[in-house]
Every structure is written in structure tokens, then in C-alpha cells.
């Protein structure tokens, strides 16, 4: 399979979007508490601005001019606290590939520009959030070598 990982630009704004829509019915399906059952992620203003971020990064993986897999992750400086040291990381916010090109080796590809991104910025640390429910992305991240670091947890009142 041909395939080209570059930077996103503004004509990909259609393409990302249906594939974040992919992910998020996945959320709503499972969580519909929590998730609306929608059409568009977010908006052209606010991805126009995610893409001229200086600390953001949206990757894109395409085959024929159509994109099957993207990710937007962030660098962010945690700012020392009483309770906290300052911390220099990168957040993933989404990170998706089309469910016709899984376990193809797209995931660990898209990952690896993550990695190559934090160590320009000299940063030793990426983190993400991932819902329980997501059992193939919690293998994908297991398998990437991520630990568990805490746990959300909610109770019904």
C-alpha cells in the first residue's frame, strides 16, 4: 500500500471531520450520556485555528488523495504549583484510523511523527485520555509501550 503522512492543511478539513465523526459514534454508541449523535466534530474556525497553533501538530496518513488517518496532539507547559512540578508534555486530543485500514501498521506510522514531534521539543512525555470502552485503542496504546497512570471514575446519583 502507497501512502504519504504529511501535515494537514485546510482543504483536509472534510476528510478529518468524517473521520472523527468515526470516533465519536464509536463514544456515542457507547456512551450516549455523554455524546451526541453528530455530523461534525468541530468547527472550520476551530480547526483552522488547531492548525496555525505553533504547539499543535495534525498529521495526516493518505492513500490516493484520501485520507485514512489522522491525529492532533499538542505541546503543553504544565506550570509549577504548590502541589505539582512544572512538566513539559505532548496531549493527544484525537487519533484515529479509518476501521478499513486498522491493524495494517497506519496507527504505529502516525504515532511515530508523535514521537518525532516531542523529541524537537525536547519532551519526554505523551499522554492521552482513552474511554474504557475503546478496548482496541488501549491494546494499540499497550502494545506502543503507554502505561496507566490514573483513573476516572463517576457514580450515579
Known sequence: MNYRIREANLSDYNQINQLAVQLYQLHFKNRSDIFNDTEMC???????????????????????????????????????SLLCKER???????????????????????????????????CHIIELDVWFFNQNAIHFYDKLGYLKKNMKMELYI
Open 42 to 80: 468541530f468547527t472550520h474556525e476551530n480547526f483552522k485555528m488547531d492548525l496555525f497553533d505553533e504547539n499543535s501538530k495534525i498529521i495526516v496518513c493518505e492513500v490516493n488523495d484520501t485520507i485514512i488517518g489522522y491525529t492532533f496532539f499538542k505541546y503543553i507547559t504544565q506550570k509549577k
Open 88 to 122: 513539559h508534555l505532548i496531549s493527544i486530543y484525537d487519533f484515529v484510523v479509518d476501521k478499513n485500514y486498522r491493524n495494517l501498521g497506519i496507527g504505529k506510522i502516525i504515532h511515530q511523527k508523535i514521537v518525532d514531534f516531542a523529541n524537537e521539543k525536547k
